[in-house]
């Protein structure tokens, strides 16, 4: 079973982002429960490029992201862990600690054979149907082939 993640906002049949029901996982979300207080953490980052993991902040607090674009002092990121961007000050981010650096704790995933309407691809309306058809609980999920 699987959980919808709630701060995706490019949600579409073609790129869902799920947080799978994993014990593995446990201990993992502790860690960032907890990045807070995390002992080394050591901020600005340094020299950071498109692909480097970072913390970077959202809303008050630090989160794992991922450097898409640098420009300045500004980076837009990626929060691996929750599926948003932001831009944010370089200043204002840290260094990951090696104990974080672990695969992200969200999935993404597609619904096979649903298009859109149109040529004009999924609607603002359309993508927030889905969200909420998706976000009433729990999701079942089956796997049957891996397209590449």
């Known amino acids: 079973a699987a959980s919808l993640c709630c701060d995706y906002d490019q949600i579409s049949p073609h790129s869902i982002l799920l947080y799978f029901d994993n014990s593995l996982h446990s201990h993992q979300v502790q860690q960032l429960a907890q990045l807070h207080t995390h002992p080394d953490l050591v901020g600005p980052p340094g020299l950071l490029q498109p692909g480097h993991a970072v913390l970077a902040p959202w809303q008050g607090r630090l989160y794992r992201a991922t450097v898409l674009a640098v420009s300045d002092t500004s980076l837009t990121v990626l929060y691996v862990d929750h599926g948003n961007t932001d831009t944010v000050s370089w200043w204002e ?10 695969p992200p704790l969200a999935t993404q995933v597609r619904r096979a054979g649903v298009r859109p309407v149109g040529e004009g691809g999924w609607t603002r309306e359309g993508r ?5 058809v998706l976000g ?3 999701i079942l999920v089956r796997s049957d082939k891996i397209e590449k």
């Open 136 to 138: 009433r609980g729990e």
């Open 128 to 132: 927030q149907r889905l969200y909420e």
């Open 93 to 102: 981010c840290c260094a990951v600690p090696s104990d974080l650096l672990f």
